[in-house]
Nanobody, 114 residues
C-alpha cells in the first residue's frame, strides 16, 4: 500500500486549498477512504470519509459545509476541497484507506495564517 498526499501550503484565512491523495498497492475502488488531520500537540482526528463508490460522505462537525471529499476511481485518487479556511484548520493532513487502516503516508502540511 502507498498513499501520497499533496496540495498543502500556506493560505490566508478565508482562502481555499485542494488536497490530493494518490493511492496504489490495493484495489482502490473497493474501499472507503478518509482524510485525517493532526495539529501540533494534538491527536489525529477524522475530517471526512467517502464510501467506495462515492455515494456517501461524512464530515466532522468542524468542517461541515466548508470541506468536500471526493474521489476518482479511475485515477485512484481521493481529494479534499477546503474552502473558507480558518487558522484552526492548520494541521498535517493525511489520507487513509479502509483496506489498511494502520498505514499512514507522509501527510501534507496546511497552514492557515495571515
Amino acid at each position: 500500500v502507498q498513499l501520497v498526499e499533496s496540495g498543502g501550503g500556506l493560505v490566508q484565512p478565508g482562502g481555499s486549498l485542494r488536497l490530493s491523495c494518490a493511492a496504489s498497492g490495493f484495489t482502490f475502488s473497493y474501499y472507503d477512504m478518509s482524510w485525517y488531520r493532526q495539529a501540533p500537540g494534538k491527536e489525529r482526528d477524522l475530517v471526512a470519509t467517502i464510501t467506495s463508490t462515492g455515494g456517501m460522505r461524512k464530515y466532522a462537525d468542524s468542517v461541515q459545509g466548508r470541506f468536500t471529499i471526493s474521489r476518482d476511481n479511475v485515477k485512484n485518487t481521493v481529494y479534499l476541497q477546503m474552502n473558507s479556511l480558518k487558522p484552526e484548520d492548520t494541521a498535517v493532513y493525511y489520507c487513509n484507506t479502509e483496506a489498511v487502516p494502520t498505514y499512514w503516508g507522509q501527510g501534507t502540511q496546511v497552514t492557515v495564517s495571515s
